[in-house]
């Protein structure tokens, strides 16, 4: 009978059986290679199981055991002077008191010549503590051993001669007698490294607990995988997964799992990055809890310096997403553990004060509405390193990120933000305070509800623009959208089919299929849809010609309409690509797409959503009527009735060439001007789409003398609480009309084009295709041509990709459809990657030369745009011709 200490504070008598005990001293015989010359160290508690090994299995051998008493152990130098006056050659410690060791033996190096093991056991090894020990003993292997007290202790064993070249210590393979799985929340193995329970079955499993019939049931059993009867299973509450070479990864006690803002976070992995600081010697986090209810992290270190939190925080954003950075850091002479030596995580102090540790400004929130909203704050920018009076846009604030704060604080919050709101209430504090004075009456973008079941629902405005597209033209490629993702690493194909069919399990729109119901376009939402990644192999050279050949036409009858394909160029370089039909996805859908398929391959779970596309499809239909429907339509109606969407640019040009003859040109801006254009956009409480669209406006005035230009954006129509996270086609498009004059200066036009923008913003879920017919009954849009002559758009695209532990996707190459215009011009905005300027043009229409000319003058603009914002643009000088390098144009057509 050994005790074990419980979850709930009271300890659980563990009942084992002499069989099991005696497996696991032939386990450590087998494996430390124990004989009549071994001497075996006992220094751990006689009430722990760690003991029975200690005590016994040098002298089944005719070897010695030497108990060493608690006083001596408590004195790290005079444990270290007894163990090698005695000879010892197989020592056991938990890291954290190997830690302490470390120190003393650092600064006095003993040789250490008759030790011949050193075993770690009990919490996890942390990567610095055996880089230490082998800096000074590279002779001298390092176990980690690792085993439940119900399993008759270690279970596992990794014996290592050298560090690891990863980034957590393994804790090895089954020892002798046992079974080893890891299993998913449903009991199922899970694949090579998807995190899992570990369960445990053997010769070793005991009986239960004493006098704990409910407990014993929850964690013991019959093993389910292997036909023996009574063979005992254990299920341990730890978390791992298996990594190549039969190795289990640790990642610690699935109640040290915790939730902060939404996020499932593992604290073991925060450990063990933050105790690779040079400066950090050990490292423990938790989750506390505030006075406003919400769950913030604390990392509590130990170290012989002490670094500011802005480093510590700035190292562990290196490797860590943002969500796990801890909002305190604290400094400890030494951790509290435990009698058996491991780290209390009880006796741990609270911190002193609430300060963010990474920001010096910091104003806390004074009323409950503060505290959600900058909660919401916090999950849309990413970061929780500011307090309550940081502007919007100095935090890294864009168009689309405000659309996302207005949708998270009508769904957090269940109040209407104006999209002009977050331009004009810029900080927390003013925000919460206009949201206090407005919120009232029923809100137009409520929560949707789920729609009644029925077999079959109506189709939206854009799915059935999207059908019409595909039947008038169901072999070409005008309703397809393809991503080409450059994958750095080794991918499971079978762990990466299961998670695109988790992602289609989880998106009903991956599950629609469409048919004509009377002539009616209608969609038919299936339970399961068949999905199987195809594999393929390819030359780098031949990538072009494989990604052509898999854009393939789609059955609009047959579910799902999305297909993908992993391309191996290498053995461990490969291509991922994933082909989507439009009628159900939009551009945003496939960063969600990603995004999700990353989080399931790396084995995380995600909530189910409440309601999905066909639910906005059926209040979408019933809202037409409503007063904000036909204020919505009728603002779009007098911005565009008398406006013509053609410029002299193109005058009279015919668009007969497909997509495969458009022409692509792109230019990197100089960092310094994409630092001030930004500080530009952040002054004047605009967005870097909005700076970039003004000086393109009056390129365009530059350039024709035309003063009325009407110059689309693709917008994000989420404005509806939930939605942010779908994969479905809500993507719409904002006719922006500009009136750039002779006497405006940029400054002004940058101000009439924000006014502008947060109009169209604020009226974007009035569906333009409903708009179109009232606009071509007036012969607003040529025939025989895209319904615009110039789009443009900034895309976000951070420059280091989407990862997971092992994985890396950076994009490669995209398609998206139809084309919007016949020049598409915009930029994409790769954050400290900086700004890299993109037209893509009709090849039937332009000329590379006179897109050269374009780009030259856009740089020129943008450049004049931060040097002479005031100045009339009359005024504004031509651009020499040589202005601008672009070494990176590629041409086609």
């Known amino acids: 009978m050994i005790y074990t200490s419980g979850s709930t504070g009271r300890p659980k008598g563990a009942m084992v059986e002499h069989r099991g005990m005696m497996n696991h001293l032939l386990a450590k015989i087998e494996e430390l290679q124990i004989t009549e010359r071994s001497v075996v160290a006992q220094n751990a508690s006689h009430c722990f199981d760690i003991s029975v090994w200690q005590f016994f299995s040098a002298l089944t051998q005719g070897g010695t055991t030497v108990i060493y008493p608690n006083d001596v152990i408590l004195e790290p130098e005079a444990f270290l002077g007894q163990v090698m006056g005695d000879g010892v050659t197989i020592l056991e410690t938990v890291p954290s008191y190997l830690a302490v060791l470390l120190d003393r033996l650092e600064a006095e190096r003993p040789s250490l010549t008759s030790l011949a093991y050193l075993v770690a056991t009990g919490e996890a090894l942390k990567r610095n503590v055996v880089q230490r020990w082998f800096s000074l003993y590279p002779a001298i292997p390092v176990v980690n051993a690792y085993g439940p007290t119900e399993a008759s202790d270690d279970i596992t064993h990794y014996i290592m001669d050298r560090t690891p070249d990863m980034e957590s210590i393994p804790v090895g393979r089954p020892v002798r007698g ?78 040290h799992q915790v939730k902060v803002r939404g996020y499932r976070i593992e604290l073991g992995e925060i450990d063990n990055k933050l105790a690779d600081h040079p400066a950090v010697t050990e490292a423990v986090v938790t989750a506390l809890t505030n006075g406003a209810g919400e769950s913030r992290l604390c990392a509590y270190y130990t170290g012989t310096q002490a670094p500011e939190p802005a480093e510590l925080a700035a190292y562990l954003a290196g490797s860590l997403p943002h969500y796990m950075i801890p909002s305190h850091f604290v400094r400890l002479e030494s951790m509290p553990v435990t009698a058996n030596g491991k780290i209390d995580r009880k006796a741990l102090p609270l911190p002193e004060e609430v300060v963010p540790g990474v920001r010096a400004e910091w104003s806390a929130p004074q009323t409950g509405l503060e505290a959600k909203l900058l909660r919401v704050w916090h999950d849309v920018l990413g970061s929780d390193d500011f307090g309550m009076n940081g502007s919007f846009f100095d935090l890294g604030g864009h168009s689309l990120k405000a659309i996302q704060l207005k949708e998270a604080v009508g769904r957090e919050l269940l109040a209407d933000l104006p999209l002009k709101a977050v331009f004009t209430h810029t900080t927390v504090r003013e925000m919460a305070a206009y949201l206090a004075a407005n919120q009232a009456g029923d809100s137009f973008y409520r929560a949707l509800t789920r729609a009644a079941a029925r077999d079959t629902y109506p189709v939206s405005a854009a799915q059935a623009e999207q059908l019409r597209l595909h039947e008038a033209d169901p072999l070409g490629s005008r309703t397809h959208l393809m991503r080409a993702l450059r994958i750095e690493g080794t991918p499971d194909a079978g762990r990466l089919q299961t998670a695109f069919r988790r992602v289609i399990a989880r998106h009903e729109t991956l599950r629609t299929s469409f048919e004509r119901q009377d002539g009616t376009w209608v969609q038919r939402i299936h339970e399961e849809a068949d999905f199987e990644l195809a594999e393929s192999a390819a030359s780098p050279e031949a990538l072009d ?174 404005s509806h609480p939930g939605t942010a996270d779908w994969i479905a086609p809500l993507g719409g498009t904002l006719a922006m009309r500009v009136r750039p004059d002779a006497g405006q200066t940029l400054l002004s036009l940058l101000e009439e084009v924000r006014e502008t923008a947060l109009a169209a913003f604020e009226h974007q879920d009035y569906p333009f295709q409903e708009l179109l017919p009232k606009l071509e009954a007036g012969g607003w849009i040529p025939s025989g041509r895209p319904r615009f002559d110039l789009s443009f758009q900034v895309q976000n695209q951070p420059g280091d990709g989407l990862r997971t532990r092992d994985l890396l996707l950076t994009p490669y190459a995209e398609r998206n459809g139809e084309r919007m215009a016949l020049l598409s011009a915009g930029a994409v905005d790769l954050g400290s990657g900086g700004i890299e300027l993109l037209f893509e043009y009709a090849g039937g229409v332009f000329k590379p030369y006179e897109l050269d000319r374009l780009m030259n003058g856009f740089v020129h603009l943008l450049k004049l745009t931060v040097s002479s914002p005031g100045s009339p643009l009359s005024e504004l000088p031509e651009a020499e011709a040589s202005a601008v390098p672009l070494g990176s144009g590629d041409f086609r057509g």
């Open 178 to 255: 046992f079974r080893i799985y890891i299993v998913d929340a449903y009991g199922q193995p899970c694949p090579l490294g998807v995190k899992g329970e570990i369960w445990v079955s053997g010769i070793g499993v005991g009986r239960g607990y004493l006098n704990d019939p409910e407990r014993t049931a929850l964690a013991f059993g019959e093993d389910p995988f292997v036909p023996e009867p009574g063979r005992r299973l254990y299920r341990t509450g730890d978390l791992g997964s298996w990594r190549e070479g039969g190795v289990i990864e640790f990642f610690g006690r699935r109640d």
């Open 545 to 718: 010609a494989v990604i052509r050949s898999f854009l393939r036409p789609f059955r609009l009858e047959k579910a799902p309409l999305i297909r993908a394909e992993l391309v191996w160029t290498g053995p461990d370089s490969s291509l991922l690509l994933i082909d989507l039909h439009r009628s159900i996805a939009d551009g945003l859908s496939t960063g969600v797409l990603v995004s999700e398929l990353l989080r399931f391959y790396a084995g995380e779970e995600l909530p189910e959503l409440h309601v999905q596309y066909k639910d906005y499809v059926v209040w979408q239909q019933s809202a037409v009527r409503s007063p904000e429907w036909l204020r919505q339509e009728a603002y779009w109606l007098e911005q565009l009735a008398d406006a013509v969407p053609v410029t002299s640019l193109t005058a009279g040009a015919d668009d007969p060439a497909g997509p495969e003859e458009d022409g692509r040109l792109t230019a990197r801006l100089d960092p310094e001007l994409a630092m001030q254009l930004r500080e530009l956009a952040a002054s004047r409480g605009a967005t870097l789409y909005m700076v970039l669209l003004t000086a393109f406006s009056a390129l365009l005035y530059k350039m024709t003398g035309q003063t009325d230009f009407v110059i689309p954006a693709p917008s994000a129509g989420r």
